[in-house]
Nanobody, 124 residues
Framework: QVQLVESGGGLVQAGGSLRLSCTASRRTFSSYVMGWFRQAPGKERDFVAALSWSRGSTYYTDSLKGRFTISRDKAKNTVYLQMNSLKPEDTAVYYC?????????????????WGQGTQVTVSS
């Protein structure tokens, strides 16, 4: 069992920045993926970014490249999502996710564990 604890959401004006954090409770797999998804009201849960823990490679949804950056602190078993130049359409609940098999996926249904979600609200 892996528990994911998220932090860092909040209210920000358009053009501002936020950094989300997600810490995994244990590191029991040799290779795994940590990712971020988001879900706006009435919409599906969409892929944002993912990071392969063993390789350090990163993956983004095309529309967010250049504004969002996923990174990690291996010592803290923590993944971050730096979000810059935020827009009102970025408003959503952001979820951290953990995929145990190490193969990066953009599909939320492939992920094994989820954080509780953190609200990000961008005002215009």
């Amino acid at each position: 069992q892996v528990q994911l604890v998220e932090s860092g959401g909040g209210l920000v004006q358009a053009g501002g920045s936020l950094r989300l954090s997600c810490t995994a409770s244990r590191r029991t797999f040799s290779s795994y993926v940590m990712g971020w998804f988001r879900q706006a009201p009435g919409k599906e849960r969409d892929f944002v970014a993912a990071l392969s823990w063993s390789r350090g490679s990163t993956y983004y949804t095309d529309s967010l490249k250049g504004r969002f950056t996923i990174s990690r602190d291996k010592a803290k078993n923590t993944v971050y999502l730096q979000m810059n130049s935020l827009k009102p359409e970025d408003t959503a609940v952001y979820y951290c996710a953990f995929l145990a098999n190490g193969y990066t996926s953009r599909s939320w249904s492939d992920y094994d564990y989820w954080g509780q979600g953190t609200q990000v609200t961008v005002s215009s």
